[in-house]
């Protein structure tokens, strides 16, 4: 089943596909003059009978501020979330201000966020969330778009529990898509926002039906190894205890990596884990994991995704060469998809892994440089950089598409 078709729903004949625009700002201070300019780069922008501003900020940001702004004039739903830096039409773009504003007849949104997330709540509030925003659609959601922060006081969620809740809800034949909210690497000022609200561990789901059919590209960037090759003998969602007869900390030593604090993100952010899941109908995916926590009294290490026992994890290694050629290749199988769509597809959204950014150090434009000269004039394009990707993709065996957490990945929606 392709990430195109899963999800259902019925449209009226002769559906009008969806419109959107960029509107871009640098003012993040005086939050009535950004507004303005919003506005006044939307003002021949022609909206239709349902809108969805999705909007992404520097941390500094005061949302319910802007917010407040917005909302005199756009009386439909606002939401998004911080990120580390966005990605436009005209290449990169730092501190400042993105909306990619939505607008058709035949599509339909729904909109909520949860409240602050732990281990004890997730599930459940995803699941009320979702079958909530459920019921308010006229057909089944042909789309989810998701954005959520890191769970700082419980290490024991992960990304993956989070797309696995969305599923169990009833999103698991929807494809999903979004991220995790960013910030300037301080992992302290990410925030997600919805409609005037602002959250740091909750999830924003919307819901799209009718006349969408996305279709999603999934690079990542992850192709030199270390000579690094355990087996997880011992896990607990995204808690490794045991590589081989040893602890996982012990492995850590004996490959003389880093092991010497707590917090060992920034430590590990170019050199991800590699790992292989394997799905119940024995289909599997290549994925790559970040570490983000050691735990020096049980020898653990907690990773931002699930790394279940019986893989084989290995370390691989991003440089700049790699993030170039994985960017290039996305960009040139959704421009395929566009080509071949007849003008259906007249948004880009995409969500690019803060490993990569740093990856690039001080060259902001060399992702940029994999589509600015080749985008066509009527097609909207936005990015962010995340701590965490949301996208389906394609299983190693059957070609089955599957709502996944990515980290170093580019992903990609037309829409």
Known sequence: M?????????????????????????????????????????????????????????????????????????????????????????????????????????????????????????????????????SQLPFPPKLILSYGGMFEADQSVSGDDVVEAINAAGGKNVPLFGGL???????????????????????????????VEPKFVTINSVETRANFSYEVTEARHNQVFHLGSGTFLEALEHEDMAVNKSNVLGDYLLSPFVLTLKRENGDSVEVARNLHALDHETGAGAFLGAVPEGSILSVGIIGRTDVQKSVRQAFDKIFEEIAASNGKYKTLLCTSCCARFLALASNTKEETDAYIDRLPDDVSLLGIYAYGEYCPVKGNRTGDSYNLFHNFTFTIMAI
Request: hydrophobic share 45%.
């Open 2 to 134: 392709s990430p195109a078709s899963i999800g259902g729903g019925v449209y009226r004949k002769g559906a009008r596909f969806m419109d959107s625009i960029v509107l871009y700002t640098e003012e993040i201070d005086d939050l009535e003059e950004a507004a303005a300019e919003i506005f006044a780069k939307a003002e021949d922008f022609p909206l239709k009978d349902h809108s969805l501003a999705l909007l992404f900020t520097d941390e500094d940001v005061d949302f319910p501020a802007l917010y407040h702004a917005l909302s005199t004039r756009w009386h439909f739903p606002i939401v998004g979330c911080t990120s580390m830096g966005m990605l436009g039409r005209q290449g990169y773009l730092g501190i400042g201000i993105s909306v990619l504003l939505f607008t058709a007849d035949d599509c339909y949104f729904a909109v909520d966020m949860t409240g602050e997330l732990d281990s004890s709540n997730y599930q459940e509030e995803i699941a009320w969330t979702y079958r909530t925003l459920r």
């Open 181 to 211: 909210a960013a910030d300037g690497f301080n992992f302290t000022g990410f925030r997600v926002f919805c409609n005037g609200r602002t959250v740091k561990t909750g999830q924003l789901l919307v819901l799209v039906a009718g006349a």
